[in-house]
T-cell receptor, first 111, second 115 residues
Framework: EDQVTQSPEALRLQEGESSSLNCSYT??????LFWYRQDPGKGPEFLFTLYSAGEEKEKERLKATLTKKESFLHITAPKPEDSATYLC????????????FGKGTKLSVIP | DTGVSQDPRHKITKRGQNVTFRCDPI?????LYWYRQTLGQGPEFLTY????????KSRLLSDRFSAERPKGSFSTLEIQRTEQGDSAMYLCASSLAGTAVREQYFGPGTRLTVT
């Protein structure tokens, strides 16, 4: 059974203070790892897909990286509007089309 | 707006009543998924359609839950004899089919409260 663990559960940063969120996973054969952003009361918003170890993707202040055991979401010089819950999900495709999600990291960026 | 839409956005019902939710996927997407999310948790998979065929169901989907996707367009999720434990956000997502792994795009969700 696929498993995803995200840490920390919550993170408070000062505006401009860079940091990283962690997503550790256990899957039978990773075919894709996804990062989503979720604002309160809304559906998850797609950010990145990573397919293989060593791959990196960037978008504005966010950079996602992938190893064989974990993924990191690096946030550089965050702004208050980056405050949200960041969700990590894996797809193994082992007879299933479902995404398996972690519980998320709730990020708060203080002005 | 060409994203995934869901209706209603909020539903309050009494225990024992039946409820039905609707999802309209992105128009060119032929894969459709339902997930359930409770407070402090990530979304949990419920069921998956490719076109009109329901190809996968989670063990979370008890016999009180039924989903349909007539004509491979919009989908409905019905919960019969609701229980307080059914209170959650119900999320719909869609994606393109193909051999490559495709990202799933989520709708805004339907928040169900069972009193």
């Amino acid at each position: 059974e696929d498993q995803v663990t995200q840490s920390p559960e919550a993170l408070r940063l000062q505006e401009g203070e860079s940091s990283s969120l962690n997503c550790s996973y256990t899957v039978s054969g990773l075919r894709g790892l996804f990062w989503y952003r979720q604002d309160p009361g809304k559906g998850p918003e797609f950010l990145f897909t990573l397919y293989s170890a060593g791959e990196e993707k960037e978008k504005e202040r966010l950079k996602a990286t992938l190893t064989k055991k974990e993924s990191f979401l690096h946030i550089t010089a965050p702004k208050p509007e980056d405050s949200a819950t960041y969700l990590c999900a894996v797809f193994s495709g082992a007879g299933s089309y479902q995404l398996t999600f972690g519980k998320g990291t709730k990020l708060s960026v203080i002005p | 707006d060409t994203g995934v839409s869901q209706d209603p956005r909020h539903k309050i019902t009494k225990r024992g009543q039946n409820v039905t939710f609707r999802c309209d996927p992105i128009s060119e997407h032929n894969r459709l998924y339902w997930y359930r999310q409770t407070l402090g948790q990530g979304p949990e998979f419920l069921t998956y359609f490719q076109n009109e065929a329901q190809l996968e169901k989670s063990r979370l989907l008890s016999d009180r839950f039924s989903a349909e996707r007539p004509k491979g367009s919009f989908s409905t999720l019905e919960i019969q004899r609701t229980e307080q434990g059914d209170s959650a956000m119900y999320l719909c997502a869609s994606s393109l089919a193909g051999t490559a792994v495709r990202e799933q795009y989520f709708g805004p969700g339907t928040r169900l409260t069972v009193t």
